[in-house]
């Protein structure tokens, strides 16, 4: 049976619980929070994201597509797409999750003179609390 405890996306799924509940000791003299905040944020998608996809594979078999195994005029879709909609399809709660944690993430990576809220990390850490709890491996 697989142990999802021993898996280094529960190591990030620890880390990134430490980082928010010691995020105001981690920021660097003379910077603002953002660069703290991003970083939970990233972190909380990546490690949710990891754990869908091994999820995916454990219980489905399924295994993302890469972009040079798409057929001639066939729709190419990132990884990080197939692994949404597969969970989508599987289970539509966490699916859901992992979609709204993407869009805080996309927020927090590609557009750095946005401000990141308080309630905009707290809620990246109940989405990926939500999908640590709603994936299960047995």
Sequence with gaps: MYNI???PQYD???LTKK???NKDKLVPKNAD???IDSTIINRAYYSSYLLAEEWLRDKFNFKVKHPLDFDNGEKVISEHEQI???LIRHCYKAGDY???LGKLRIKADYNPFMDLTDQEVSISIK???SI???LKFN
């Design 12 to 14: 990030l799924y620890r």
């Design 84 to 86: 949404k909609f597969e």
């Design 132 to 134: 640590f709890d709603n």
């Design 5 to 7: 405890k021993k898996s």
């Design 33 to 35: 929070n953002r660069c």
């Design 127 to 129: 989405l990926l609390d």
């Design 19 to 21: 980082l928010f509940l």
């Design 98 to 100: 992992l979609y709204k």
